[in-house]
């Protein structure tokens, strides 16, 4: 007895588990008749194929990252921290905690939106990935915004004069001749340049890693909160 592969059509013998011409896995249920009483969905003696998935989701499409949804949330959530934190800096007395807190904000909201967009389980892993990049798009922003203010305000120079003047604050405060020695090339046009590039290497770290904890930890708590 013949029958014919559900797949390609071909002829497969009753008992061969795969199809010779497709490979495609001969599966047949036959539905017992319950009371001589027989399916009205089907006719005496026929049988139904079940079909398995021809394309199983993988680990990695169902809890890995959507990048091109990724992209724009992280682009989305970085101007929303970008701009959060130039507004709040300049109202508050303390504008370095409006900074860590906006750094650590912005990957926080950067896993919430992609949760709205894929509401699928998200590993703190990948929340942290997606929060690193709201990071950089946050920080390139914040950098360009900042630099403007600054430009278009002319207080380029007094924020220079400030720093000069918090360095040899610090190194009148330590009373420590050594510490002077050390702070005194600071000062210098090229020492200041030096200066000014470190506290941006550091500003760009400070973004990227707090924002990475705040994503991750923003998947942990929602994937806990679905469980229960």
């Not at 013998?13 to 319950?34: H, K, M, N, Y």
């Not at 089907?42 to 990252?65: C, F, K, N, Q, R």
């Not at 991750?216 to 929602?222: E, G, P, Q, V, Y």
Request: charged content about 10%; overall charge neutral; some cysteine.
């Amino acid at each position: 007895m013949e029958h014919a592969c559900n797949r390609c059509g071909a002829a497969v013998a009753d008992g061969i588990p795969f199809c010779q011409s497709c490979g495609a896995p001969q599966i047949r249920v036959a539905l017992a008749e319950t009371s001589g009483l027989s399916n009205p969905a089907m006719t005496a003696g026929s049988s139904d194929d079940v079909h398995p998935p021809t394309h199983p989701l993988s680990w990695s499409e169902l809890h890995g990252l959507n990048w091109s949804i990724g992209l724009r949330t992280a682009v989305l959530s970085g101007v929303i921290s970008a701009v959060a934190a130039m507004i709040t800096s300049a109202v508050i007395p303390v504008p370095q905690f409006s900074l860590l807190m906006w750094m650590l904000g912005g990957g926080i909201i950067s896993v919430l939106i992609y949760r709205r967009a894929r509401p699928i389980p998200l590993t703190p892993k990948n929340g942290g990935k997606l929060g690193a990049l709201s990071g950089v798009v946050a920080f390139a922003l914040f950098f360009i915004l900042y630099s403007v203010q600054a430009l278009v305000s002319k207080h380029a120079s007094e924020m220079r004069s400030t720093l000069e003047q918090q360095l040899r604050d610090q190194a009148a405060r330590s009373g420590d001749p050594a510490l002077q020695h050390m702070i005194e090339p600071l000062l210098t046009p090229q020492g200041m340049s030096i200066v000014i590039a470190a506290s941006l290497v550091v500003s760009f770290l400070l973004f990227v890693i707090l924002s990475a904890i705040g994503g991750a930890l923003t998947a942990w708590a929602t994937n806990d909160r679905q469980r229960h």
